[in-house]
């Protein structure tokens, strides 16, 4: 199918924001073409530019680098079972949750000391130079990133209350469209395995495609839900190296970061207990009905050997796997992944995504490709952690944020879609 159907792809995504906008004629056409126009470079500088990409090689070994190092506390905690190599294999607690830690930790260290808000504030000044959008809203996209999804709208706390829905939608879109940086370094674990060449490529296409999808998220939000409210004054883009800080020293910031750290590894491996769980609950009685005839009508409709969640998923999101330029023999493999993504986690696609690279069911590109397409926030786990933690900054806005969530969730898939089709013109 190959890269021109990544250009279609694109087309595709943008005619589908534009059906589902709530004001088609206030559509800024110089954030989607300016937006599009910088994913598009941002693609080229990052994949195929040698000078920038051999920079960005070097971040992604920085990344495999320190992996390393987390596994040592790993082991430390849990002794031979954090050996992969050993006859019980890659254990997923042992292995991806003391990551989740070590980078929480040290993503607090680096903004004690004021690294990360730089990168934050240079990152925000590009999209709001190139998009024309307020500061806020630029700071927010920028900070999305590298934090969470929760932790991003924490940048802007005062302007939260006053944003118009428009650009809500935008904070919110943001955070379904990206990954947090300790969740990053836990899939580059997954996904490149005891490899250290295949943990470095994974590394540098998970870091381009969190910043091809900040521009990315600023079309498809100002398309879903354009703006038509009266914004407040412009705001200045506040260097944040003068916030106040919440923790006293380096120590200080990596136990609060730690802290922080086993929440969401926690969070993760509760989700995914519950979301296994419920799938092989609902693959039972679908299960069951092999053999009969309701259930042979069924799996000859679909074309699948045996009814199941995850093959259904893969029939239904194959139109999106097509657009995205995969090989065609991985068209619903690659279904199977994105509509994992958005039932259930982020987390249990590439899980899965692993699992076929391990195996060699999935080729190289396709894999590739995937891997920038799955990653983000969007799926409906997430618009409850979304609403949750922006009403805890803003409560009076909870009704917004409620109504907006899942169309928010829709703009963050479609984002990270969007950039998995222009990833694949250049992923050869």
């Known amino acids: 199918m190959g890269e021109y159907s990544g250009l279609v792809g694109v087309l595709v995504i943008l005619s589908i924001a534009w059906m589902c906008s709530t004001a088609r004629r206030r559509i800024n056409l110089r954030i989607v073409l300016v937006g599009v126009a910088l994913q598009f470079t941002l693609a080229f500088l990052l994949i195929e530019f040698g000078p920038v990409r051999a920079g960005f090689e070097y971040l992604a070994q920085a990344i495999t680098k320190l992996l390393a190092f987390s596994r040592s506390g790993g082991e430390f905690l849990f002794g031979n079972l954090a050996d992969a190599s050993q006859s019980w294999g890659f254990v997923f607690a042992v292995q991806v949750l003391p990551t989740i830690i070590f980078f929480a930790s040290l993503m607090a260290i680096l903004y004690h000391l004021g690294v990360m808000q730089r990168i934050v504030a240079a990152l925000a000044w590009v999209l709001r130079m190139s998009l024309g959008v307020s500061g806020a809203e630029a700071l927010a996209a920028a900070a999305n990133v590298f934090v969470g999804q929760t932790e991003a709208p924490l940048c802007i706390k005062p302007y939260l209350p006053k944003m118009t829905r428009s650009q809500i939608m935008l904070v919110m879109t943001g955070g379904f469209a990206t990954i947090a940086g300790s969740v990053l370094a836990a899939f580059v674990g997954m996904l490149g395995g005891e490899d250290k060449a295949s943990q470095v490529e994974f590394a540098k296409h998970l870091l381009t495609a969190s910043v091809m999808s900040a521009p990315g998220a600023f079309v498809i939000a100002k398309m879903l839900l354009p703006e038509t409210e009266e914004q407040m004054d412009e705001l200045a883009l506040k260097s944040l190296q003068d916030d106040e800080r919440t923790t006293v020293n380096m120590l200080d910031a990596a136990a609060a970061g730690a802290t922080d750290g086993l929440r969401l590894a926690l969070n993760v491996a509760a989700m995914l207990v519950a979301f296994v769980a419920l799938i092989a609950m609902i693959d039972w009685p679908l299960g069951a009905l092999h053999g009969t005839w309701l259930g042979s009508q069924l799996e000859s409709l679909l074309g699948l050997e045996q009814l199941s969640l995850i093959g259904i998923l893969g029939v239904l999101f194959s139109p999106i796997a097509v657009f995205l330029g995969v090989d065609r023999a991985d068209v619903f493999t690659v279904g199977e992944l994105l509509g994992t993504s958005m039932v259930a986690t982020e987390f249990l696609a590439y899980i899965g995504l ?13 894999a590739v490709i995937v891997t920038y397409a799955l990653c983000g926030f969007a799926n409906f786990p997430s618009i409850a952690i979304q ?28 984002t990270c879609w969007m950039t998995g089709c222009i990833a694949s013109v250049f992923v050869g």
């Open 354 to 366: 692993s699992d076929r690279i391990a195996e060699g069911t999935i080729s190289h590109r396709s």
């Open 387 to 414: 609403i949750g933690g922006l009403t805890a900054i803003a409560p009076e806005r909870r009704s917004d944020f409620a109504r907006i969530g899942p169309r928010a969730m829709l703009g963050g898939a479609l």
